[in-house]
């Protein structure tokens, strides 16, 4: 059914389609509103067989999910941001015990300085944790990505990430097409653990495990990646024939026949760079974008064979790999080893900082004209920068930094456009 | 408390001997049946306490669930000697996820039994000092504020044994540790610090809360046998000696866990919903020192020239407890 819906609740909707048996939750800007609506719901009875419990933490959060999931329970919780940060240690837990869980998260920056906005600080951190970790661009395919990402999980025994942009999406109001109740229960059947906690045939969970073994537990995480890079493209497509639209996959090509220039990025700016493509198209640019969908597993084979051709590629990044760079980058680049194109990384979006088609336009001018660095920043303001820099070689004592930069910039609300 | 018909003092060890009572009235260990739920061949140390309190209180919970039970357990020695992969002691179905998470991985396994309406099926979260006191405190407080149905065993060795004794919040004052040394003007653990949590678990008002120690077998599976006969959130803290972290022979472990109770110093009582309902009362007083010196973690209270004012500090506090917890024989 189609509707008009704030991102959050759409999402929350898709969760109760796919019939959570424990929601853990713990507030955090900006994926509160997510599981408030679940709460709702459980209470209203509109999503029956389900505990909902509040939690003390994130941490605690995502370790009830594990216990729940390891107690055979389909389990669901959100977070954000530092949030994601506070649960670390449990989000490597759930991925090195196999445990189904799947999560979302609302994309948003980590402190210090603190800051509510979108960017994907939060999730890059979380790269290596061995989650699967889906991006979506819009609200509609956030929706669809989380029934998707149930299956996945529960086919594969492992976790899954689902990346939301913090407000863009989360909060935005978008028409959305809710699935039909039959349709999500005939995709996704009801979960059948590999591992369970039962008192009829015990086993011991979570064992210690010396170098004897350690690899091999490890190696076999990463051939579930491996594996999810064939299952991510069966799923959305068995999605598209029965829900008739496209969602998810491992990446999504936008106009790139004849393309010179393409773009990579992550989320729903990719949104703001169809526009910004389709208007450089139509004054004559030869450009395009990949929308990479699965970050992890990183699918370096379909995005060296969108890539070859072109003559460059910008990457554009929401996350700062402090000191290198962009993740996204490291992905990409790798894929595209050999090839001769080595990716201009673009840190765009921090804190969120609007991405805007006019600062779009003029970077991908700047691209064609083959001036931007290996390393660059989109509307990045140099001259704070300096009068930072400055202060700290005057004085020892030059004070807080975050501090100094907002004297420098004066009224802030002016600022965010 | 159990209710003992008889009152029996054995020379020397002051338990009522299991061939002395009714065959019902004997322990779940004593009997030939029990499930073994932490088997032998585990690699705990010689004398371990904390190896006899889970066997106690897990055999005690499995015959009081009809064998429905399922275990979280907390990183850790208990955790690290009894799964050293691929083999394992636990007979029982049972998971380790982190260090500090414990209380909420076993509120989730309750939850989803509840949803599974497994609801026959009870569950046990255990942990060290460490992972109780310490870095799963925050974990604990909220299963006990939740009421989740769940009863964590704390077994409380006073220190970070697993990583090589170090200092936690519930290693007693004066104690050296490896983090506390014997050293300087006021050689071990501070006074005035630690946090107790038995009592700080009845400040949530949740409906079981006792202490138990190794030595009193009787005791504490009578305690695992009641906190199973309640839904909700339960706590039972048990006393289990260290021979490698408090440098105590390996033969005295229950000897030394039973002089920790004589003395005071480890008071056994249980509290329904934040109120003491009984204590242990206190046969033979044993004096502190009498405990104090079987351990080398204060031996450095002794030797030629013994630091009284130290142990006069230890002494108070074994006093206190016996006048807090009302621990004077009528």
């Given amino acids: 059914m189609l509707q008009q819906l704030e991102g959050s609740r759409a999402i929350a909707q898709g969760i109760a389609l796919c019939k959570p048996e424990v929601v853990c939750a713990y507030p955090i800007t900006p994926q509160t509103h997510i599981v408030e609506a679940l709460a709702e719901m459980v209470r209203t009875g509109e999503l029956a067989n389900c505990e909902f419990i509040n939690v003390e933490s994130e941490f605690a959060a995502l370790s009830v999910a594990i216990g729940a999931s390891a107690a055979g329970a389909r389990s669901y919780t959100a977070t954000a941001s530092q949030g994601l940060l506070y649960m670390c240690e449990a989000v490597y837990n759930a991925a090195g015990l196999g445990l189904p869980i799947v999560m979302t998260i609302g994309n948003r920056a980590i402190g210090a300085p603190i800051n509510i906005w979108n960017d994907h600080s939060d999730s890059m951190a979380m790269r290596d944790a061995g989650w699967i970790q889906l991006y979506a661009e819009t609200n509609q395919e956030a929706l669809d990505l989380h029934i998707q990402a149930f299956k996945l999980a529960e086919a594969l025994s492992c976790p899954v990430m689902v990346c939301v942009d913090g407000f863009i999406l989360t909060h935005a109001y978008e028409r959305i097409e809710i699935p039909e109740a039959h349709d999500v229960d005939a995709f996704l059947p009801p979960y059948d653990p590999v591992q369970v906690l039962d008192c009829n045939d015990p086993v011991s969970i979570g064992a210690m495990v010396g170098p004897e073994a350690f690899a091999e537990v490890k190696y076999l995480q990463h051939r579930k990646q491996l594996a999810a890079l064939e299952l991510i493209p069966e799923i959305a497509s068995e999605f598209s024939a029965r829900f008739k639209r496209d969602s998810g996959g491992l990446v999504k090509p936008y106009r790139l026949e004849g393309a010179e220039t393409i773009v990579v990025a992550l989320g729903s700016m990719n949104g703001t760079i169809k526009d910004v493509i389709d208007e450089m198209r139509n004054e004559g640019h030869a450009i395009g974008s990949l929308a990479i969908v699965s970050f992890r597993p990183f699918p370096l084979q379909a995005v060296r064979a969108a890539l070859v051709d072109a003559k460059r590629i910008v990457i554009l990044e929401k996350s700062l790999s402090v000191g290198l760079g962009g993740p996204l980058s490291d992905g990409v680049r790798k894929s595209l080893s050999g090839t001769g194109l080595h990716g201009h990384t673009v840190i765009a979006g921090l804190g969120g900082r609007a991405i805007t088609r006019k600062s779009l336009k003029a970077l991908f001018v700047k691209a064609e004209m083959d001036e931007l660095e290996l390393l660059d920043f989109l509307d990045l303001d140099r001259d704070i920068v300096n009068v930072q820099l400055e202060r700290e070689k005057e004085t020892r004592r030059s004070g807080p930094v975050a501090e100094n930069v907002l004297k420098s910039i004066g009224t802030v609300a002016s600022r965010i456009a | ?330």
């Avoid at chain 2, 009845?202 to 030595?215: K, L, N």
């Fill in chain 2, 1 to 330: 408390m159990p209710l003992q018909p008889i009152k029996f003092y054995q020379t020397g060890t002051f338990t009522v001997g299991n061939r002395l009572l009714d065959e019902s009235q004997r322990t779940v260990q004593a009997n030939m049946r029990r499930t073994n739920s932490l088997n032998s061949g585990h690699r705990a140390c010689q004398g371990c306490g904390e190896a006899l309190g889970a066997r106690y209180a897990l055999d005690a919970a499995m015959q009081a669930t009809k064998n429905r039970l399922i275990a979280a357990n907390a990183t850790g020695c208990l955790e690290v000697f009894s799964t050293p992969y691929p083999e394992t002691s636990w007979q029982i179905p049972w998971m380790h996820s982190l260090f500090g998470n414990a209380a909420s991985v076993a509120t989730g396994i309750a939850a989803a039994l509840k949803v599974k309406g497994k609801q026959d099926v009870r569950v046990i979260a255990q942990g060290g000092d460490g992972g109780t006191t310490d870095i799963g405190f925050a974990c604990l407080s909220g299963m006990f504020e939740r009421n989740d149905d769940v009863l964590y065993i704390c077994y409380d060795n006073e220190a970070y044994m697993n990583t090589g004794v170090q200092r936690s919040s519930a290693t007693p004052p004066a104690a050296r540790t490896a983090t506390t040394p014997a050293a300087g003007a006021h050689p071990g653990n501070s006074f005035g610090t630690g946090k107790n949590v038995p009592l700080i678990a009845m400040a949530h008002r949740i409906p079981f809360v006792a202490t138990a120690s190794v030595a009193n077998l009787h005791d504490l599976e009578a305690k695992v046998n009641k906190a199973m006969t309640i839904h909700g959130a339960r706590y039972i803290h048990i006393h289990v000696p260290c021979p490698l972290g408090w440098g105590s022979h390996p033969s005295d472990t229950l000897k030394v866990a039973r002089l920790a109770v004589e003395s005071g110093l480890f008071p056994l009582f249980e509290a329904e919903h934040g109120e003491i309902t009984a204590s242990l009362r206190l046969r033979k007083k044993a004096p502190v020192e009498a405990y104090l010196k079987l351990q080398r973690r204060f031996s450095h209270l002794f030797g030629e020239k013994p630091d009284r004012d130290t142990i006069a500090m230890i002494q108070a506090i074994a006093d206190r407890n016996i006048e807090k917890f009302g621990l004077e024989s009528p």
